[in-house]
């Protein structure tokens, strides 16, 4: 399996972001968080390549933007933008890699699920 180059995962992350962008209920959370789109594009092919090519070119804090908007982003969200991401990395690529990018962000979504929703000393956000 031959991994995605970085104007791969670049592709990916506008084709992705468009679809996010169009739909009912992930795109106005994002319309009223992200001020420069062309700029966020950038940042995320960025942490897609670290992710998965271990590029190092991602700088960020990725669990810091989310809890900077825990209160905007609700638990069933996180199945819609896996099921866009998913949509899009079968249109883009062949049935192995798209798997593989599947189960990354299906890793990466869990662990935001927990680090944002799960509290031991009170209610569990992340089975509403």
Known sequence: MTPPTHDDLR???HD???AVRADAELGPLFEGV????PEHLER???FWSSVLLGSGRYKGDPFGAHVAIRDRIRPELFARWLALWG???ERRFPPPVAAALQARA???AASLQAGLFF???GPDRSAA
């Open 44 to 46: 995320l092919t960025d």
């Open 34 to 37: 992200v001020a420069d789109w």
């Open 106 to 108: 299906a890793r990466i």
């Open 119 to 121: 509290r031991p000393d």
């Open 87 to 89: 949509a899009a990395t």
């Open 16 to 18: 992705f972001y468009a």
């Open 11 to 13: 592709a990916l992350v």
